[in-house]
């Protein structure tokens, strides 16, 4: 959906309403290519678009490497995720005012931020992740998305009950943070992959499994403090060819631990097009 200059400029004043010294905790106002609040507490932007919030001491170990990211970009230009983003995007617009607040809450490259800040037209993205590779596209993904470097299970350099809608796709949870940064009637729509998910892959590659726990780890973690309103399951076959099942097992943690020579190997004994399940539960929660 085209973005007119003045939606733009709106959607990002508005963002810098949302963030917040990740030090003090006051306000961010920009500043010479970086991020200011009234203490001198000071963070770069960098020359890609996205903010620094994280220091050295807070970078956590991991996250999306530079192949990762190019693998992930990839895959999802091929379509392939596109049912699963129709059902975001779906559901984002029935929970969120047009002119929201969106956060992504590991937001990766932005790929599905950006299809959510299609349906709400005048809405506003905020993208956090740890990953400066996925940070320079997210920061750029969508003209009213802005995107910061952030650990998602710390404390969110976000200003209390701003938030309009937490999307968390594939990524950790941080229950007390997503409660504290959502407004009244906000919501948290959150991603999971079934255990079914690349089901086939898994037995001929050896990519990490799903754990069968997952969702209701997921249930316990969130019950404290959200309510689960709906949830609906979004599964079917993808018949791959070989540089697509490639960029797809090189774009997840499996990345961090099957080496590249032997993945590929493996890839080139399999009979192509290889059909393999999308298997993924999407659901929504409450504040309580």
């Known amino acids: 959906m085209p973005t007119s200059p ?12 949302v963030l917040t010294c990740p030090v003090c905790h006051d306000r961010l106002e920009p500043a010479d290519q970086a991020l200011r609040c009234p203490r001198r507490h000071t963070f770069d932007i960098a020359r890609h678009g996205y903010a620094g919030l994280l220091t050295g001491k807070q970078r956590p170990a991991g996250g999306d490497t530079a192949s990762m990211v190019q693998a992930r970009t990839a895959f999802l230009r091929t379509g392939y995720f596109a049912p699963l983003t129709h059902t975001l995007a779906g559901l984002a617009a029935e929970l ?18 950006a299809a959510v800040l299609d349906t709400l037209p005048d809405a506003a993205g905020l993208g956090l992740d740890t990953s400066p590779h996925a940070l320079r596209r997210a920061a750029r993904i969508h003209p009213r998305a802005t995107a910061a470097g952030w650990d998602i299970r710390r404390p969110l350099p976000v200003r209390s009950r701003s938030v309009d809608l937490v999307l968390n796709v594939f990524a950790p949870r941080n229950s007390p943070e997503f409660h504290r940064v959502l407004r009244p009637g906000g919501a948290l729509l959150v991603v999971t992959p079934a255990p079914r998910h690349l089901g086939e892959l898994q037995r001929h590659l050896g990519l ?81």
């Open 96 to 113: 969120c005012p047009p002119d929201g607040t969106v956060l992504d809450a590991g937001v990766g490259t932005g790929y599905h931020l």
């Open 208 to 288: 990490l499994s799903v754990d069968p726990a997952k969702e209701e780890r997921l249930r316990r973690t969130l019950s404290a403090r959200f309510q689960r309103a709906h949830t609906e399951a979004v599964e079917y076959v993808m018949p791959l060819g070989a540089q697509d099942i490639e960029a797809l097992s090189s774009m997840g943690p499996t990345a961090h631990h099957l080496d590249a020579d032997v993945l590929r190997r493996r890839i080139a004994l399999l009979s192509t097009p290889f059909e393999t399940a999308a298997s993924f539960v999407v659901s929504v929660y409450w504040p309580r």
């Open 6 to 17: 003045n939606a733009r400029h709106e959607a990002l004043r508005r963002l810098f309403d």
